[in-house]
């Protein structure tokens, strides 16, 4: 439809009311072809990026869009999946889209072992050695090599970094950047006076990344869950997960009504679907991977290994040329949240962290409710207030050991803790009845919130086994009760906790590893964008401290990060945050 076209439309319905929708119509056709053209533009921008509002943008137009983009959407479970809002497949898209890895020049079968990194014969090298002063950026470069010392061609590594005193207890996590030609760059923001050394280590090579992304995909059962329904003396044990084979038995559906989130048990031979009384994780697969594939995963070997410098990763970092430059970083450029001095996290950036003992914890949180969910690095935090707030009583709510729910109260100064794991997927030995399990977004919608209230979340860990689209559906479900809860309770404190490094081994990983939680890690950020909400960065809290990694980090990071979350609770709002 042309312009001219639409000319002649109007000259022919002038007189008739009805004619202005048509027009209006017309015009917003054009301008809707005139967009089309520009979808290419926006293709790697994330949905819950360009919203800072919910549902801004209509459904329909949405729809149209799906044609440019890369991913197509092979949902997981197909013949159990529910379909999703245009908004979410479209956002969905985006997110595996910005989180797509680098993929080795070889097909479904790995290369031999000395064809693949060897983080032995790899080296890394600090660029321009000079007289450093704080405020300055210190750049390494990284060449990583096969196991016959030959240089790598292509990327996909998955490598940390960073940049510590041991003697100052001072640390600050390097961002990694890709060539995609075997050479890595890692920078660092110098932010203390004093001697510093760089510290590479390769988690995974390519070539493992590689069979982790297919075990994701293809074989997310290799976790599974079971429960036991009983009804007077008789109970049958069922497999139970988020996607069973329907060829093997009817199934009850456990998929929350409000949530969509799935989970289902196979039917019991003489049992009803309601007469389900608990949930467990019942086992893993073994011998998923074959024996050439297993040596890409090599404790001491290949799997998170350090890589060495070719000459010295010491440097020396004089005091700063031009005052404070640590208030005068470029944040986008260094993409650093904050770093330790003393053993203390000093943020960049943002509200200014404060440090807390039990006084101080009191008086910030008195006559406050908060609220914490998600899964056991949460309960952290939780367990380390309950230790601290001098006063406090936990009071028993016949939960689980490890799982809750907990309670706590301070009844002198009104402050209540509370702490309640999120639904499945929960894999842990321990035992839960049915009845508990609750999904954090009908939680979250049962919240009357405002000032007084404060909503901690951390939600990661255990979704490491399962395709993305299943994390990208849980925070979808969080984001939008969130949303909700801001909206109608305007002062709510939301605190998000992000995923962390963890300890790894062969077996470990091939459900948990590291790279599977930055990939959660990235999808989580994009999710809250916009909203607000702070974001406790635990990913560079734990690379940058010299505690060995630990999917339970060690009390003193836990106590930063509770800081962290203090400080922004108990900021001043009559001063605007930079």
């Given amino acids: 439809m042309t312009v001219r076209q639409v000319k002649v439309t109007v000259k022919m319905c002038l007189g008739y009311r009805k004619c202005i929708f048509i027009v209006l119509t017309l015009f917003g056709l054009i301008f809707f072809q005139h967009n089309i053209s520009n979808v290419e533009s926006w293709k790697n921008h994330l949905v819950s990026a360009l919203y800072k509002v919910q549902n801004r943008i209509q459904p329909s137009n949405l ?54 990194s ?27 090599r096969d196991f016959k010392g030959r240089p790598k061609r292509y990327g996909g590594d998955l490598l940390l970094a960073r940049l510590h005193s041991l003697k100052d207890r001072a640390g600050v996590a390097g961002q990694v950047l890709d060539h995609r030609n075997g050479l890595y760059s890692a920078r660092f923001p110098l932010l203390w006076e004093g001697s510093a050394q760089v510290d590479v280590v390769m988690v995974h090579s390519s070539e493992a990344v590689a069979v982790l992304q297919r075990l994701r995909e293809k074989r997310p059962d290799r976790v599974y869950f079971s429960s036991i329904f009983g009804q007077g003396n008789h109970s049958e044990k069922m497999v139970c997960n988020m996607c069973l084979p329907p060829d093997q038995g009817p199934l009850c ?40 594939e297993e040596l890409l995963f090599q404790s001491g070997v290949n799997l998170k290994v350090p890589i060495h410098a070719s000459t010295s990763n010491a440097i020396i970092v004089l005091p700063s040329r031009k005052g404070d430059s640590t208030q005068k970083l470029d944040h986008a450029k260094v993409a650093t949240s904050g770093y330790y001095y003393q053993d203390i996290w000093r943020s960049l950036g943002g509200v200014t962290k404060r440090q807390f003992d039990g006084a101080s914890i009191t008086q910030c949180l008195t006559n406050k409710l908060v609220y914490m969910y998600g899964d056991s690095t949460m309960r952290q935090w939780y367990e380390y ?17 490890k799982v809750g ?38 939680e979250l919608d049962g919240l009357t919130g405002g000032p007084d209230t404060v909503v901690a979340l951390s939600v990661w ?32 404190v939301v605190v998000v906790r992000t995923p962390n490094p963890r300890a790894q081994d062969r077996d470990l990983s091939l459900k948990f590893s590291d790279w599977f939680s930055l990939q959660l890690d990235t999808v989580l950020r994009a999710m809250f964008e916009g909203l607000d909400v702070l974001l406790v960065d635990a990913w560079q809290m734990c690379v940058a401290h010299h505690q060995p990694h630990d ?25 605007k945050t930079e």
């Fill in 385 to 401: 207030l309950v230790t601290v707030i001098p006063g406090i009583k936990e009071f028993n709510q016949e939960g689980g050991v």
């Fill in 253 to 292: 559906n456990f998929t929350d009504l409000h949530t969509g989130d799935p989970w289902y048990c196979y039917k019991p031979k003489m049992l009803s679907c309601d007469t389900r009384n608990n949930y467990v994780l019942e086992g893993s697969l073994e011998n998923i991977i074959n024996s050439k």
């Fill in 551 to 575: 999917v339970h980090p060690p009390r003193a990071i836990v106590m930063n990060m509770v800081d962290v979350m203090l400080s922004h609770v108990c900021r001043d709002r009559t001063k």
């Fill in 461 to 492: 860990a255990h979704f490491a086994p399962f395709p993305v689209e299943v994390y990208h559906h849980r925070l979808w479900q969080i984001r939008k009760a969130v949303v909700r809860l801001l909206d109608r309770a305007p002062g709510t």
């Fill in 118 to 144: 060897d983080p032995v014969h790899s080296h890394f090298t600090i660029v321009n050695a000079k007289n450093w002063s704080v405020g300055d950026q210190l750049e390494v470069h990284v060449q990583l």
């Fill in 405 to 442: 729910p907990f309670m706590a109260i301070d009844l002198t100064h009104n402050i209540l803790l509370k702490f309640r794991f999120h639904g499945p997927p929960i894999v842990t030995r321990t035992t839960l009845m049915a009845h508990k399990l609750r999904y954090i977004a009908n």
């Fill in 63 to 116: 729809s149209e869009t799906h044609q440019a983009f890369h991913h197509k959407r092979t949902p997981y479970c197909p013949h159990l999946a529910q379909p999703l809002s245009p908004e979410e497949e479209l956002e969905e898209r985006n997110l595996l889209d910005f989180i797509a890895w680098p993929q080795p020049p070889f097909g479904s079968e790995a290369p031999n072992l000395s064809q693949t």
